[in-house]
């Protein structure tokens, strides 16, 4: 069974660049404090990494 990442948003999308409310978008998250719950790959690792800022990992 492969590991799972609790993704949480926690800033908001407001005032970032696009590209960021894209990736975000991307990893399923739509609203403030909202998680979703993704498998660990490196390609979710990556858009993680790009906003990582915004948002936090468990």
């Given at each position: 069974?492969?590991?799972?990442?609790?993704?949480?948003?926690?800033?908001?999308?407001?005032c970032t660049p696009k590209k960021h409310r894209?990736?975000?978008?991307?990893?399923?998250?739509?609203?403030?404090?909202?998680?979703?719950?993704?498998?660990?790959?490196?390609?979710?690792?990556?858009?993680?990494?790009?906003?990582?800022?915004?948002?936090?990992?468990?």
């Amino acid at each position: 069974m492969s590991t799972m990442l609790k993704i949480t948003l926690v800033k908001s999308t407001i005032c970032t660049p696009k590209k960021h409310r894209d990736v975000v978008s991307g990893l399923g998250l739509t609203k403030l404090n909202q998680s979703v719950q993704r498998i660990d790959s490196p390609e979710i690792r990556g858009m993680i990494n790009k906003v990582s800022h915004l948002l936090s990992v468990e």
